[in-house]
């Protein structure tokens, strides 16, 4: 079992940026594929970034790629996402997910945080 406790999430006025960490239980963090997945009112969960075990892969969807940026440290359990130039659309409840296989699919993740809730004004 790995349980996933996101943090970082707030209020920010659009431009403006947020960094979201994932801490993960247990010693076999560096065996999971990482991804972060969001949620507004009303609309499916949808894929924002993924980085693979040893962070060699990495995958953006298009709403984010040049504005967010996935990292891991595996001797902290912990994976990141630096989320810059901040749109109101970006609004949504953000989660982490472990998965052995990973990637963009939610099928590929095993495990999901709580989640953490991004708020951006315009």
């Known amino acids: 079992q790995v349980q996933l406790v996101e943090s970082g999430g707030g209020l920010v006025q659009a431009g403006g940026s947020l960094r979201l960490s994932c801490t993960a239980s247990g010693r076999t963090f560096g065996i999971y594929g990482m991804g972060w997945f969001r949620q507004a009112p009303g609309k499916e969960r949808e894929f924002v970034a993924a980085?693979?075990?040893?962070?060699?892969?990495?995958y953006y969807a298009d709403s984010v790629q040049g504005r967010f940026t996935i990292s891991r440290d595996n001797a902290k359990n912990t994976v990141y996402v630096q989320m810059n130039s901040l749109k109101p659309e970006d609004t949504a409840v953000y989660y982490c997910a472990a998965g052995i296989t990973g990637a963009t699919s939610r099928r590929g993740y095993d495990y999901w945080g709580q989640g953490t809730q991004v708020t951006v004004s315009s």
């Open positions: 980085i693979s075990r040893g962070g060699g892969t990495i």
